[in-house]
């Protein structure tokens, strides 16, 4: 029988605490995770989830479904579950595409890093959150008792995903000079 993989704390639940003791290694192993990845799987420019999540699907040779939910305040804002022939993933529908970016990217980390957890959610309890959606598909999906640690690192590699799609600034024009170019490369700097 497959095993549901979630991505999501119990509600009001942080995981437990984290051994700080180990932070300096994980947050090494995350950016070597990073830089790993993004050496495989490089960043679209201009920055698209959509597109590299497409390329992450054709990396990984297996689809990733992305679908918007509605969110109830005391719900996950994201989650995460390993299907056996497909990976989905779910986050906030109603927030700002920067948001919605981050909360893929931290999924996609639950789901890049194999993060496994006991799911709580019943299949009564999905059909009320993604009406439109199939219960059983999201019978385990929005909820799930993980540890502090995996939470930490799928924290960390999603900022870390979105600073490197983030940083590059627009470009300008090769070669342009003059009072146009300068405010169009200060305007980079601050929205990149």
């Known amino acids: 029988m497959f095993a549901p993989r979630c991505t999501r704390l119990a509600p009001g639940d942080r995981g437990g605490p984290i051994d700080e003791h180990g932070l300096p290694a994980l947050r090494d192993r995350a950016r070597e995770r990073v830089r790993a990845l993004l050496a495989a799987v ?11 999540v497409d390329a992450l699907e054709a990396w990984r ?10 969110y109830r305040p005391g719900q996950p804002s994201g989650a995460w ?4 022939d497909y990976d989905l993933i779910a986050y906030t529908e109603h927030t ?32 009320e959150l993604a009406p439109d959606l199939a219960p059983r598909a999201l019978s385990h999906l929005l909820t799930r008792v993980t540890t502090g640690t995996d939470e930490y690192e799928a924290e960390l590699i999603a900022v870390l995903l979105l600073s490197a799609a983030t940083s590059e600034p627009p470009a300008v024009q090769p070669g342009a000079s003059g009072r146009a170019a300068d405010q169009a490369r200060r305007l980079a700097a601050l929205l990149g």
């Not at 579950?81 to 056996?84: G, K, V, W």
């Not at 948001?99 to 194999?114: K, N, P, R, V, Y």
Request: charged fraction near 15%.
């Open 81 to 84: 579950q390993a299907r056996p």
């Open 96 to 127: 700002s595409a920067l948001h919605q970016d981050h909360i893929i990217a931290h999924e996609l980390a639950h789901m890049l890093c194999a993060h496994t957890g006991t799911c709580l959610l019943s299949e009564a309890e999905a059909a």
């Open 61 to 70: 040779g297996r689809e990733i479904d992305v679908v918007p939910i509605a």
């Open 42 to 52: 490089p960043l679209p420019r201009p920055w698209s989830m959509n597109a590299w």
